[in-house]
């Protein structure tokens, strides 16, 4: 998988308006953007889908391995892929760090959107000029 310019990483990071949108079985539609909560760890982007392995986007990404984000002003192709294990722990930290506020933040935390995590890297890297 590609890495994130940092100065995109930061912004994206610093968000909270990440629309998500895999693309459809045809492979060439994306799909309607839905709006989801998504956190940086070890320079990397993660999402979860708060109702777990059963969300519509969830299993589109996982079908299909790319779509695109809308976040920060920026509208970036993306690919996605499962995550499971250890790596977990700190998404769980940086989703108290972040949304430490919301009454969303146990739900997003607990085993169903745990198991509905994904890995958020570019198809095609910004180049740090252009995305200024």
């Given at each position: 998988?590609?890495t ?12 909270d308006?990440?629309?998500?949108a895999p693309?459809?079985?045809?492979g ?9 909560w998504?956190?940086?760890?070890d ?20 079908q299909?391995?790319?779509?695109r984000?809308?976040v920060?002003?920026?509208?970036l192709?993306v ?5 499971d ?5 700190g998404?769980?930290e ?33 180049s ?5």
């Amino acid at each position: 998988m590609n890495t994130w310019p940092r100065n995109i990483l930061h912004r994206i990071a610093e968000a909270d308006d990440l629309h998500i949108a895999p693309l459809r079985a045809d492979g060439r539609t994306y799909g309607t953007p839905t709006w989801i909560w998504s956190v940086v760890v070890d320079d990397a982007l993660y999402v979860r889908a708060y109702n777990g392995t059963r969300s519509r986007w969830y299993q589109a990404a996982r079908q299909q391995k790319a779509g695109r984000i809308q976040v920060a002003g920026l509208t970036l192709d993306v690919a996605f892929a499962p995550v499971d294990g250890a790596v977990n722990d700190g998404i769980d930290e940086a989703y108290r760090a972040k949304y430490r506020s919301s009454p969303y933040l146990a739900p997003m935390i607990a085993a169903g959107p745990r198991a509905a995590t994904i890995q958020v890297s570019p198809l095609n890297p910004p180049s740090q000029e252009a995305s200024q």
